[in-house]
T-cell receptor, first 120, second 114 residues
Framework: DTGVSQDPRHKITKRGQNVTFRCDPISEHNRLYWYRQTLGQGPEFLTYFQNEAQLEKSRLLSDRFSAERPKGSFSTLEIQRTEQGDSAMYLC??????????????????FGEGSWLTVV | AQSVTQPDIHITVSEGASLELRCNYSYGATPYLFWYVQSPGQGLQLLLKYFSGDTLVQGIKGFEAEFKRSQSSFNLRKPSVHWSDAAEYFCAGGLTGTASKLTFGTGTRLQVTL
């Protein structure tokens, strides 16, 4: 499978614990995005990377959230001291901007299956 | 502010009937526009996209969408709905030239009756 891969798919944690999600983008996609989706809502942008650089962060990304993409390939999203309000699905997505890509595929954003977080 | 609006929260159609899901956008310039579909508990699958050019865009699973600048709309259509099309549909927009992030509508839940 060459799509966006996320792990774990489901996580139940106690309030106050730390959790980490991993995302493996489509091979050679240089952009990687994190979104959050709560029940009944559309996904909301959290942050994105171009290669290793984190270029934009949403105001939704509080100090308890940190995302990394150390080698420009996979990314992790860590939530420290989880709160019940953090319960949501965390979606990872990726895209390619390189001109070497088919023009029709450039800037097309593909999503993974998501990681469900339940904080109890 | 950039926004995407899906006016219909829930739509029910009979199998075999035609479908149109509405999407309106508000951007300072022509945005990239996408339609995604989401089954319960799953991620988002891309149905189709509009970047520029031909305003009628064909996608997967028999879906199409038409970009209408004058109406700031990007409605999704399908001539004959199948029971397996029941899902949540999201319209999303991104800034032309960057597509650095997408703004999503709140979604339309499609129910298909047999």
């Amino acid at each position: 499978d060459t799509g966006v891969s996320q792990d774990p798919r489901h996580k139940i944690t106690k309030r106050g614990q730390n959790v980490t999600f991993r995302c493996d983008p489509i091979s050679e996609h240089n952009r990687l995005y994190w979104y959050r989706q709560t029940l009944g809502q559309g996904p909301e942008f959290l942050t994105y990377f171009q290669n290793e650089a984190q270029l934009e962060k949403s105001r939704l990304l509080s100090d308890r959230f940190s995302a990394e993409r150390p080698k420009g390939s996979f990314s992790t999203l860590e939530i420290q001291r989880t709160e019940q309000g953090d319960s949501a699905m965390y979606l990872c997505a990726s895209s390619a901007t390189a001109t070497s890509w088919d023009r029709g595929q450039r800037n097309t954003i593909y999503f993974g299956e998501g990681s469900w977080l339940t904080v109890v | 502010a950039q926004s995407v609006t899906q006016p219909d929260i829930h739509i029910t159609v009979s199998e075999g009937a035609s479908l149109e899901l509405r999407c309106n956008y508000s951007y300072g310039a022509t945005p990239y526009l996408f339609w995604y579909v989401q089954s319960p508990g799953q991620g988002l699958q891309l149905l189709l996209k509009y970047f520029s050019g031909d305003t009628l865009v064909q996608g997967i699973k028999g879906f199409e969408a038409e970009f209408k600048r004058s109406q700031s709309s990007f409605n999704l259509r399908k001539p004959s709905v199948h029971w397996s099309d029941a899902a949540e549909y999201f319209c999303a927009g991104g800034l032309t030239g960057t597509a650095s992030k997408l703004t999503f509508g709140t979604g339309t839940r499609l129910q298909v009756t047999l």
